[in-house]
């Protein structure tokens, strides 16, 4: 009969340790959304993000978007080293545009005021009440404009064995 017990106080405890690992193995878990595999989904991602920081330096009037943007471009050139991007944006009734491209020139202008930059460089333009604007991007021209409530139009141009791959978000 003792025997039965001590089985019983062994069978017992076994089952306490593997609620315990368990438990403590499923606490340590990262939830994540998963890699970005697909370049498209990463500009999506990218271009919603890009907004809701609009909106919160519109809203807390602190200037995190060149901030994210840097963040966002490290993290681009990790995963998508062969990609660069132009991001044209509105804040504070100026136009900005910061380039990162891998080469080439970005400009843009309109009425008549014209800033062109090479990768790495940012500039921006006193907006008036024209807001169509011309734009380029390594070469590759654009005409937006920049509507009430429209914040940012964004160039992605990734080369992969020669072949050039523009993906453009308003």
């Known amino acids: ?12 405890t076994l089952i306490i340790a593997t609620l ?19 370049f498209s989904s990463f500009a999506d991602e990218f271009d919603y993000e890009l907004s809701r920081v609009i909106d919160y330096n519109a809203s807390n009037g ?45 400009c ?20 008036n009440s024209e807001r169509s604007v011309n734009l380029s991007a390594d070469g590759i021209d654009f005409s937006y404009n920049f509507s009430k409530g429209s914040k940012s139009y964004i160039v992605f141009i990734r080369e992969i064995n020669g072949e050039r791959y523009v993906n453009v978000k308003e």
């Open 62 to 106: 602190e200037n995190k978007i060149s901030d994210f943007i840097n963040v966002s471009v490290d993290y681009l050139n990790f995963v998508y080293p062969e990609t660069g991007l132009v991001v044209y944006y509105i804040s504070s009734d100026k136009l900005f545009m910061e380039n990162y491209l891998i080469s080439g020139i970005s």
């Open 20 to 38: 315990v690992v368990s438990l403590t193995l499923g606490a340590n878990k990262v939830n994540s959304r998963g890699e970005q595999k697909d």
């Open 108 to 127: 843009m202008n309109f009425s008549g005021s014209s800033s062109c930059k090479s990768p790495g460089e940012k500039s921006s333009l006193d907006l």
């Open 1 to 12: 009969m003792n025997s039965k017990r001590g089985q019983f106080f062994i069978l017992a």
